[in-house]
């Protein structure tokens, strides 16, 4: 239903969206143990407020969605380890029989967080690790530890194979700077000896590459989201598309409970509403949702957000 009324937008150029959306991502907490530069948390240049979603807001926005919810991604801002229930917010949209996946840097993998996590049912995670090397490792995760982090994910896999227990799958994920650009080759080596189910490869999203962060994206064309113009400064690389589908087919919960339309607005500032306040059916197709997703079709007032996407040219 939602891809015909994505086609059906697009054919009239006028939203049209009843259907709820198919995939969530819920932001169990937006702090962190880490200081990453380009990451607007690690580097304390996010605005919102820190905190953690509570429990039974959690459960109701999953008691409104899951009929429809075919993912959920428990991630958004922040180190979702860090919230004392996020196992148990697994546990509860599992058992509403919805696909989960979240994403970690992984300083949190003791035997007995492990073992919650395997027999939590969780579906997939993604580890962070941009470097194969402490040193190139700590170059973007300022407050990491590369060695804690290949023993946890030892663990996990140990664990996994102990309890006879194929998930969560476990995505090795490495994000491709110009620092690390020459240990692709090794990291996907080092995947298969710690017994990972996959590798993969991420571009980096960099704010100002101009200024001194240190950080760069790399030479490589094919792993770079930007290249150079005539004056020397990065510019961002875009895609053909003209349509964005996630409009029609999943948005983003903050811990306090604002609905965003995609992962690019990371301070929800095109928020639709809080969901403490209205239900998800109203915010989904409030009059804030129909606006946002008719820029797509007006190609005027362009959010920032979207002029940020590297995957829609507006």
């Known amino acids: ?58 459960n109701q926005i999953i008691d409104q969605s899951y009929r429809e919810l075919c993912y959920l991604l428990l991630y958004f801002q922040g180190e979702p380890f860090l919230h ?25 993998f003791s035997e007995t967080n492990v073992k919650k996590l395997v027999l939590s049912k969780l579906d997939f995670l993604t580890i962070s690790l941009d470097g194969v090397t402490s040193e190139s490792y700590q170059k973007y995760r300022k407050g990491g ?13 140990k664990i996994k194979n102990k309890l006879k227990i194929n998930y ?55 792993y770079s989201r930007y290249k150079k113009d005539e004056s020397g400064k990065f510019k961002l690389i875009k895609k053909r598309g003209k349509y964005c589908l996630r409009q029609w087919s999943s948005a983003v919960i903050t811990w306090e409970g604002d609905m965003a339309p995609c992962c690019y607005d990371k301070e929800a500032k095109y928020a639709y509403g809080n969901l403490k306040e209205h239900c998800l059916d109203e915010l989904w197709g409030s009059q804030k949702a129909v606006q946002f997703r008719d820029v797509f079709f007006q190609r005027r007032n362009v959010p920032e957000i979207c002029k940020e996407c590297p995957e829609i040219s507006v």
């Open 1 to 58: 239903m939602l891809f015909l009324q994505f086609y059906i937008s697009i054919l009239t150029k006028k939203s049209s969206v009843s259907a709820k959306p198919a995939a969530l991502s819920i932001e169990p907490t937006n702090s962190c143990n880490l200081h990453c530069p380009e990451c607007l948390t690690g580097n304390k240049k996010l605005t919102r407020k820190k905190g953690n979603i509570l429990p039974n807001d959690f």
């Open 84 to 108: 004392p229930q996020f196992v148990d917010f697994i546990r509860y949209a599992k058992s509403k029989g919805i696909f989960v996946a979240s994403s970690t840097n992984g300083h949190f």
């Open 145 to 157: 530890d590369f060695n804690q982090v290949i023993s946890g994910i030892k663990t996990l896999v």
């Open 168 to 222: 969560p799958l476990i995505e090795l994920q490495f994000i491709v700077f110009k620092h690390n650009e020459g240990e692709i080759k090794r990291f996907k080596e080092l995947g298969k000896e710690l017994g990972v189910d996959r590798t993969s490869i991420k571009s980096a999203q960099i704010y100002n590459a101009e200024q001194s962060s240190g950080i760069l994206p790399p030479d490589n064309p094919v």
